[in-house]
């Protein structure tokens, strides 16, 4: 069992940043691959970033509409996963989510029914 709590959210003007950080309980965490997805009103929940783990250390993805200007991190030390938000846009508004799975692969990453756990949610709101 992996309990998630994300925090970090806010209210920031267009242009600015934030950065969400999501804790994770258990003694496992580094063997979890990590996700982050949104949910505006009225829209689907929709992929941002994950994070998954391999050799190397991690591989990251991003959606078209996060590359460039979010950034995906994890702390395997302190059991926390990290959302770097850069250049923020008023369409980046919306609950984050951050979800957990064992074994998650890039191939199956940007589908959110593949994570067995989630966070409760932080607010993110961009102003223009």
């Known amino acids: 069992q992996v309990q998630l709590v994300e925090s970090g959210g806010g209210l920031v003007q267009a242009g600015g940043s934030l950065r969400l950080s999501c804790a994770a309980s258990?003694?496992?965490?580094?063997?979890?691959?990590m996700g982050w997805f949104r949910q505006a009103p009225g829209k689907e929940r929709e992929f941002v970033a994950t994070?998954?783990?391999?050799?190397?250390?991690?591989?990251?993805v991003y959606a078209d509409s996060v590359k460039g200007r979010f950034t995906v991190s994890r702390d395997n030390a302190r059991n926390t996963v990290y959302l770097q938000m850069n250049s923020l846009r008023p369409e980046d508004t919306a609950v984050y989510y951050c979800?957990?799975?064992?074994?998650?692969?890039?191939?199956?990453?940007?589908?959110?029914?593949?994570?067995?756990?989630w966070g409760q949610g932080t607010q993110v709101t961009v102003s223009s």
């Open positions: 979800a957990a799975k064992l074994g998650l692969t890039l191939a199956t990453s940007q589908d959110s029914h593949r994570y067995a756990y």
């Open positions: 258990g003694r496992t965490f580094s063997s979890y691959g």
């Open positions: 994070i998954v783990v391999s050799w190397s250390g991690g591989n990251t």
